[in-house]
Nanobody
Framework: VQLQASGGGLVQPGGSLRLSCAAS????????MGWFRQAPGKERESVAT????????YYVDSVKGRFTISRDNAKNTVYLQMNSLKPEDTAVYYC?????????????????????WGQGTLVTVSS
């Protein structure tokens, strides 16, 4: 599967952005999906995951209540709605796909080598 992320940009603290990740291929619905981010000088970290059907989602504590992951299998697209953005959310955001039927919490535990990655999109939160 090939992934193309978009939607990043510069936003003020407290603002919102919606990231999109379009996937190629006819088996999108068989993949669990995730969003990850990498801040300057830091390792890539998980942000949110969603199961193959969209019925389960999971978030890291730092984004709970502010970010929402969703997917549209008819459009082969996964989204990340980011609200109440903070400067510490500044990072390059990546979407990933993994062949898994696990619930979203289990998907987040899958090691990085199993994932297919798209190119990142930069989110900068600054006044």
């Amino acid at each position: 599967v090939q992934l193309q992320a978009s939607g990043g940009g510069l936003v003020q603290p407290g603002g919102s952005l919606r990231l999109s990740c379009a996937a190629s291929g006819r088996t999108f619905s068989s993949y669990a999906m995730g969003w990850f981010r990498q801040a300057p000088g830091k390792e890539r970290e998980s942000v949110a995951t969603i199961g193959w059907s969209g019925g389960s989602t999971y978030y890291v504590d730092s984004v709970k209540g502010r970010f929402t992951i969703s997917r549209d299998n008819a459009k082969n697209t996964v989204y990340l709605q980011m609200n109440s953005l903070k400067p510490e959310d500044t990072a390059v955001y990546y979407c990933g796909a993994v062949s898994s039927t696990a619930q979203a919490m289990g998907v987040m535990k899958i090691g990085p080598n199993a994932w297919s990655w798209g190119q990142g999109t930069l989110v900068t939160v600054s006044s």
